[in-house]
């Protein structure tokens, strides 16, 4: 009887990479049950792993192994030594920037995807496979209120699905006359597309900050004149990139106003979704984020809206031309183009790539939309109730209430006299609740001022996390102002 969990190659035939069945069914068994522990546990981990961790990094430095080692010390290496020494970005406590998930199946769809690995690259490939991924596609589309001559693109996160929807505008707009094209974001717009505007050639000398109001919302009245000084000095303004949803506060830009600003200038309108969109998949939400299904083209982000592990966003363009338009392409060597189906590799940029449709998909699945739209509106509710009790915690002055599940505000008291001692306390707050374990908390700056914000938007998070985070602000902030 062979030992099952000597997970070692066979030493008789040194180019064998294969594993026999019985090992491969005991190395999944083993993954699995650290997995599974792992995740039973996540509750009593803390909050914020000891990130200090410049020497073990150093330490970690090796050169290639020349032979192998068993599965076993590798996991107990990585769950036991690794794992823990960072975020603990899957648990329920976790509150800090904008949160994302790691449901089960799409951990299992991975396995299965990268077991069977299959082409879905083109869709002659794998055809039935590849529609899975189309028709994820126009879920999404159908929970954003797009028309049905959309089409879309699973990318490995919301940079990227903004780097596609820039290149989409670019090319729909500019043509080859780059340099005449000017694109605007607000002073709140993620840095990600400012990023993504110099990758698509559109350099700092022609991206335009607009001022932001009271409510870090878009100032339109500002944009627009804006607008009309670039075309008066003979430039092209061709792409607004708005946000439902900022990282900073939460806050959604005026979208109904932008849209028919962009309808005015003939201009392609991007929202930024990656946090906020999927607050559209519940009907009664639909109002805070009205205008959203008029956008040329959304960024989501279901790795955090979805709930899914990191490595999955999305991009829905209106009009699904502009996406082939800028993607399409054929050689000799591949099957002929068809029209009637979806295919990854005329959408997007890249040609061999996994199967992100399956996460999704087996998500959505098993879990059905009711209950997604059911966890989705239970962390707005989650985050309107906890706004409601750190309000009236004394010396808390709130910034931005939650417009979905993110708020912000800072402290005040009558020792903090500068504005630097009510950034400091206002960082010492955040920093001292996320050393007690529960909850890890980060801040921002704001035009000068140190925001405290907590975003829920991890499926793990219910009410006993909320009422924890609130009952240790307020036992930190009496002693942070005594
Ligand atoms: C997270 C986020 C992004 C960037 O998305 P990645 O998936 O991290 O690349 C862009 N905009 C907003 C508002 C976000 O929250």
Redesign the pocket.
């Known amino acids: 009887m062979p030992d099952l969990l000597d997970t070692r190659l066979p030493s008789a035939d040194n180019a064998s990479l294969e594993y026999t069945p019985a090992q491969m069914a005991a190395m999944g068994e083993a993954v699995v049950a650290r997995a599974v522990q792992h995740l039973a546990s996540l509750d009593r981990q803390p909050s914020r792993g000891d990130v200090d961790a410049a020497e073990l990094c150093r330490a970690l430095r090796e050169p290639i192994p020349e032979t192998g080692t068993p599965l076993g010390p590798v996991l107990d290496h990585l769950f036991d030594e690794l794992i823990p020494r960072s975020f603990t970005t899957p648990g329920p406590g976790y509150l800090a920037?904008?949160p994302g998930g790691g449901v089960y199946p799409a951990a299992l769809a991975d396995f299965i995807a990268d077991t069977t690995n299959r082409y879905t690259g083109v869709w002659q490939a794998s055809p039935a496979l590849v529609q899975l991924e189309a028709n994820v596609l126009d879920w999404l589309r159908d929970w954003m209120g797009f028309p049905p001559g959309a089409s879309g693109l699973l990318t490995?996160?919301?940079?990227?699905?903004?780097l596609n929807a820039i290149l989409c505008a670019r090319e729909r707009h500019l043509g080859t006359e780059i340099r005449r094209g000017t694109l605007y974001v607000s002073d709140q717009g993620?840095h990600?597309?400012e990023k993504a505007a110099k990758l698509a050639g559109i350099f700092h000398d022609r991206v335009r900050l607009v001022p932001s109001d009271a409510a870090f919302r878009m100032r339109t009245d500002t944009l627009a004149a804006m607008i009309a000084e670039d075309r008066a000095a003979g430039l092209q303004p061709f792409l607004v990139a708005s946000?439902a949803?900022?990282?900073n506060t939460g806050a959604v830009d005026p979208l109904t106003d932008i849209a028919d600003l962009c309808a005015r200038e003939a201009m392609w309108h991007h929202v930024?979704?990656?946090?906020?969109a999927f607050f559209h998949a519940v009907p009664a939400l639909r109002p805070l984020l009205d205008g959203l299904p008029r956008a040329d083209s959304l960024?989501l982000?279901p790795?955090?809206g979805m709930f899914l592990p990191?490595g999955t966003?999305a991009l829905l363009v209106r009009d699904g031309e502009a996406l082939r338009a800028v993607h399409a392409a054929t050689a000799g060597y591949l099957p002929a183009q068809q029209s009637e189906f979806y295919d990854p590799s005329q959408y997007g940029p890249e040609l061999s790539r996994g199967f992100p449709g399956l996460r999704v998909w087996m998500a959505l699945k098993l879990a059905g939309a009711a209950r997604y739209r059911a966890a989705i509106a239970e962390k707005r509710d989650l985050a309107v109730w906890a706004a409601e009790r750190v309000a009236r915690i004394p010396g808390v002055v709130m910034d931005a209430w939650p417009q979905l599940s993110l708020f912000a505000f800072h402290l005040e008291g009558s020792r903090l006299t500068t504005l630097d001692a009510q950034n400091a306390a206002t960082a010492e707050l955040m920093e001292r609740v996320t050393r007690r374990g529960r909850v890890m908390l980060t801040g921002c700056t704001v035009q000068g001022r140190h925001l405290a914000r907590i975003c829920v938007l991890s499926f793990r998070t219910r009410r006993a996390e909320m009422e924890a985070c609130v009952s240790q602000i307020t036992d930190e902030t009496r002693d942070l102002l005594a």
């Open positions: 920037y904008i490995s996160g919301g940079s990227m699905a903004t993620h990600c597309i946000s949803g900022t990282t930024d979704g990656a946090y906020g960024t982000d790795h955090k990191y966003g």
